[in-house]
């Protein structure tokens, strides 16, 4: 069965796309079939014709369902400032139906799908994230950059995604900061009210992890 899974995050920065790009080699690894989306991206460099971003390119190259430029990031946005801002900057709707058409064609196992900034970020005028993930009945995981003020961001972040009606299938810990004090403590906080996270992720060790990533 094909299940999609949203990846957003604490906030911009935390590591959604490194986390993403690991998932997914992880994943095709283990025989699945993976597509990697980035719907709206903001901050990009004109190459090959048009917009492009980094983070879609990563998200590209490490899924192993080979998609177009335009499917993968069909919102592409020059200023790296919040997407509803850069688009009405630039002259354009951000429309859900546009951005989920080419996930909802998927037939991957498994489409990744990556948000840009964290959960409470507008796309337009009318309709903010928890828009998208609704139309696309996706899963949502999120990624905790640990850092100070950690707890925080993951907590506020979860109880928002309950409050939109959405399923968090689980957190990632994303070691940003190898010197942040009493880290392990920080990452026992965040299980206590949102369950073990689906994996740790450090440049230093990738991404390590028991059976509930694998499982999904």
């Known amino acids: 069965m094909s299940r999609t899974f949203f990846i957003t995050g604490t906030d911009t920065g935390c590591g959604k796309t490194t986390v993403t790009v690991a998932m997914a080699r992880r994943l095709a690894e283990n025989g699945r079939r993976v597509a990697c989306f980035k719907p709206v991206a903001s901050g990009c460099q004109w190459q090959d014709g048009g917009w492009r971003n980094d983070d879609a390119l990563k998200l590209m190259d490490a899924a192993s369902e080979a998609l177009d430029y335009d499917t993968v990031n069909p919102v592409a946005l020059e200023e790296a400032i919040a997407p509803h801002l850069a688009a009405q900057r630039a002259g354009i709707e951000i429309d859900i139906e546009t951005l989920s058409a080419p996930i909802?064609?998927?037939?991957?196992?498994?489409?990744?799908?990556?948000?840009?900034?964290?959960?409470?970020?507008?796309?337009?005028?009318?309709?903010?994230?928890?828009d998208l993930v609704k139309r696309l009945e996706a899963e949502v995981i999120l990624v905790v950059g640990m850092r100070l003020g950690c707890i925080n961001h993951a907590l506020l972040s979860a109880r928002a995604i309950a409050a939109d009606g959405l399923k968090l299938s689980g957190w990632i810990a994303n070691r940003l900061d190898p010197d942040q004090p009493v880290q392990g403590d920080n990452i026992r906080t965040i299980t206590d009210f949102l369950g073990p996270p689906l994996a740790e992720f450090s440049l230093k060790n990738g991404l390590t992890l028991d059976r509930r990533l694998d499982d999904l």
Do not use: C, F, I, N
């Open 104 to 130: 909802l064609r998927s037939t991957a196992d498994v489409s990744l799908v990556e948000g840009a900034g964290g959960w409470m970020v507008p796309l337009s005028k009318k309709s903010m994230t928890a």
